[in-house]
C-alpha cells in the first residue's frame, strides 16, 4: 500500500471562520478522507507540531508527501526542509498543492522563484488536459471547470516541466501551467494549482481524482539504488591494450 503523508500549514482554518467553514476538519483532513477512501495509507502532519510532524521516522515511511502551505512559509525549519529535499531525492514523491509553489521544498528543488501573478476574485477557471496519455489524466475528462477559483496567472517562473498535463484558463483572460511534472533525483515531483482555502475545491470530484493519480504517479518503483563511489574494479575485464 501505497503510504502518503498529507503536510497542511493548518493557520487558515484556525484563524478564519469562512476558511474553517469550507475545511472544518483542516485541508489536511478532507485531502486525508478521500485518499484513505481511494486506497492509500493516510497520515497527517503540520506546522505547529514538533519538527513539523516531519520527523525522520515519518519520512522514512512516507511514499508520497503532499504540501498545503500559504502564511507562513518562512516557519519552516530549515533542518527539515533538507531532511524533505533529501527523500525526494532519495526517491519520495512530492505534490505541491496551490500555494505551495512557495514552499521552501518546492522553490529549492525548482530552483527558480516559481512566482506568478494572481488575483482573487472568485472567478471560473477551466483546466485543459494537454496530455490524455499521461497516468495524471487518467480517467479524466478533455477539460473541466472549477466554478469559484483564485486566479494563478502567468508567467509562472519555473524550470520547463518534464510533462505538462494540466493547463488552466481562467475568466479573466490568462493562462497558466497548473499540473506540471518533474523528476529530482530518483523522487518524482508535480505540482498542481488548484486549492485555494476559501473555495470547497479539494471537494470537487476531479480535483480529487487529479491528487489520486498523481499519488500513484509519484510513488517510488522499485528501481536499483546507485552506488556513487570510485569503481576501481571493473565488472568487465579490460583490454590491456
Ligand atoms: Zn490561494
Known sequence: ?????????????????????????????????????AGFGVETATLD?????????????????????????DEVRDDVVDRVIERVLDGMGFLALHSAHYSKPFKRLLGTSCSLTWREAGERERLWVVEPGHPIA?????????????????????PAPDDLVLLSWFEGGEVFRSGCCYRRGAGKLFYFRPGH???PIYRQAEVQRV??????????????????????????????E
Not at 9 to 28: A, D, M, N
Not at 211 to 240: C, H, K, M, Y
Open 49 to 73: 507540531e514538533p519538527e513539523h510532524g516531519l520527523t525522520e521516522e515519518r519520512l522514512a515511511e512516507t511514499d508520497v508527501l503532499l504540501w498545503w502551505g500559504h502564511a507562513a512559509h
Open 138 to 158: 487518467d480517467g479524466l475528462p478533455e477539460s473541466f471547470t472549477v466554478p469559484d477559483a483564485e486566479m494563478y496567472g502567468e508567467r509562472f517562473d519555473i
Open 211 to 240: 491528487i489520486e493519480n498523481a499519488v500513484r504517479w509519484a510513488a517510488p518503483g522499485g528501481g536499483p539504488t546507485p552506488s556513487f563511489e570510485n569503481r576501481t574494479e571493473p565488472l568487465e575485464a579490460l583490454s590491456d
Open 197 to 199: 482555502e476559501t473555495y
Open 1 to 37: 500500500m501505497t503510504r502518503v503523508t498529507v503536510w497542511n500549514e493548518f493557520r487558515h482554518e484556525r484563524e478564519e471562520e469562512r476558511v474553517r467553514e469550507q475545511y472544518p476538519e483542516g485541508i489536511h483532513g478532507t485531502i486525508r478522507e478521500f485518499l484513505a477512501e
